[in-house]
């Protein structure tokens, strides 16, 4: 196991390359984010030996990940051939729907999504006569039984669940879930305020031109709260895309985003509550302003369609429609049976219940409304009694 003295980029892509037999990581380039993302964790504060191996199982599944997949590119010239149309983008504060949303769209025969089990082993391609009972299906399910039932009460995950695409940007090493696993400062700090993320999105472009070369659906149905950071990318990567954004009082969205940062942190590092609550509160704080610029400032407004996480859990099925009437696509019965169906097998706490104060982490309701009043006010954001 690496040591953070010795927690080298070099090192571990020769360690991948090892691993994998292969050379070859592709095209986008990911080396400078790398680096960025090892000094951190050789530098910025105390590492436990938990916390090193923790983030060396992430970086080194990951290099082998794109050496798996270049290869499956040279084999398989038809992956770089794919076309991505009019993916529909879920984006919005977390905690504010995107999850059940992303699963109930992609409820869609019509629709790909990127399931975990593609995200976990994504090397070789899925083929479309074996989707249903290709046998990465059930080892990625019997791990996720093996997970943390706390994080399983915050948030939804199954082998055959969406997951979301900074889940996919891991492997570009431009991703916000590194921080989430141990803190890295330094390699935030980069990540939101100076980093490009073009190398992340075209990534992802190729991930899903991969997931989709041998499985043919229609379009993609993806999301990811931290696209909220990066909405000019994501519009420069996907031009045609359908943004659907999501929106709930952040009262209630700081303290139960914190709440699992927390409880992720917790397994690798001594924790300060406050200081992360301060932290998540400055970052989608951030993440707001930003795509309110964008939108302000963004000559196609219809590219985009609001939803209140209100609405979505009184009446998900009408939020649905709303969504495909203002893009214009059909809402099947067929489509329809399967949402129901998905909604009724998945309540909401089926898995436990999030419990969680703001408090907790030196902050209040109060406070963090009065900071984000204009979100509130341009988007017209129900807010909850305070007890």
């Known amino acids: ?66 050496l798996r997949m270049t290869a499956d590119r040279a084999t398989y010239p038809e992956i770089a051939q794919q076309t991505i149309r009019a993916p529909l983008v879920i984006i919005g504060l977390p905690r504010s729907g995107t999850t059940i949303l992303h699963s109930i769209l992609s409820c869609d ?9 593609l995200l976990t082993y994504p090397s070789p391609p899925p083929r479309a006569e074996t989707f249903e009972t ?21 948030h939804r995950m199954g082998a055959q669940l969406p997951e979301e695409c900074n889940t996919i940007q891991q492997a570009s090493f431009l991703s916000v879930n590194y921080p989430a696993y141990i803190p890295m400062p330094s390699y935030s700090n980069w990540l939101l305020n100076e980093a490009d993320m073009t ?8 991930f899903l031109q991969h997931l989709q070369a041998f499985v043919r659906r229609d379009y993609w149905v993806l999301k990811g709260p931290p696209h909220l950071h990066w909405v000019d ?26 709440s699992m ?29 930003r795509t309110m610029a964008f939108r302000r400032s963004w000559n196609a407004p219809e590219q985009f369609v ?61 406070q963090v409304r009065e900071a984000m009043s204009d979100y509130i006010k341009t988007y017209k954001v129900p807010l909850k009694a305070l007890s």
């Open 1 to 66: 196991m690496a040591d953070p003295v010795t927690f080298d980029a070099e090192e571990l892509m020769r360690r991948a390359r090892a691993q994998t037999g292969l050379d070859d990581f592709g095209d986008t380039p990911f080396e400078e984010a790398l680096e960025r993302l090892c000094r951190s964790v050789r530098e910025d504060v105390p590492r436990t030996p938990e916390a090193i191996a923790l983030i060396e199982g992430h970086v080194i599944k990951y290099l082998c990940d794109r």
């Open 306 to 366: 609001d939803v209140q996480y209100d609405d979505l859990l009184t009446d998900p099925l009408s939020v649905v429609q709303t969504i495909y009437d203002h893009f214009g696509m059909e809402l099947t019965e067929e489509t329809r049976e399967r949402m129901r169906r998905f909604i009724a097998d998945n309540a909401q706490e089926k898995h436990g219940k999030h419990v969680y104060d703001l408090r907790d982490y030196g902050m209040d309701p109060v």
């Open 109 to 117: 025969p019509a629709a790909h999504s990127p399931l975990r089990w």
């Open 199 to 206: 190398p992340a999105y075209a990534f992802g472009k190729e």
């Open 134 to 154: 290709d046998p990465r299906i059930a080892r990625v399910e019997a791990e996720v039984e093996q997970m943390d039932a706390g994080f399983r009460a915050m």
């Open 261 to 289: 940062i927390c409880h992720l942190l917790r397994s690798a590092s001594s924790i300060d509550p406050t200081a992360i609550g301060a932290d998540q509160m400055a970052s989608w704080s951030l993440a707001i302003e």
């Open 233 to 258: 990318v994501l519009l420069r990567t996907f031009p045609d895309a359908r943004i659907v954004m999501t929106h709930r009082d952040p009262g209630q969205v700081i303290g139960s985003i914190t």
